[in-house]
Nanobody
Framework: QVQLVESGGGLVQPGGSLRLSCAAT????????MGWYRQAPGAQREFVAR???????NTVDAVKGRFTISRDNSKNTAYLQMNSLKPEDTGVYFC???????????WGQGTQVTVSS
């Protein structure tokens, strides 16, 4: 069983940056994908980014060029660097782990990101 704990959320002005962290209690080395979803108020949870075990990444078009996902298997941690933040990036960001490529299996509790002046 893997438990995920997100941190790094907060309130930031438009154009600012935040780095989210996702710390796993167990090893993430074997996880096929680590990734992030987000959920804005009143909206469905949506995919943001994911990173494969060997480092290949995918990001949703809305954040391309602004968000970067990475993972440090030695620290059992995944990261989401978010730059040039916009108000529409506001929401709760959830980390997930996927052991075999079939979709999210483990979820964190979420961390709030608010982009507002």
């Amino acid at each position: 069983q893997v438990q995920l704990v997100e941190s790094g959320g907060g309130l930031v002005q438009p154009g600012g940056s935040l780095r989210l962290s996702c710390a796993a209690t167990g090893s993430i080395f074997s996880m096929y994908y680590m990734g992030w979803y987000r959920q804005a108020p009143g909206a469905q949870r949506e995919f943001v980014a994911r990173i494969k075990r060997e480092g290949t990444t995918n990001t949703v078009d809305a954040v391309k060029g602004r968000f970067t996902i990475s993972r440090d298997n030695s620290k059992n941690t995944a990261y989401l660097q978010m730059n040039s933040l916009k108000p529409e990036d506001t929401g709760v960001y959830f980390c997930y782990a996927d052991r075999v490529g079939n979709g999210p299996e483990y979820w964190g509790q979420g961390t709030q990101v608010t982009v507002s002046s």
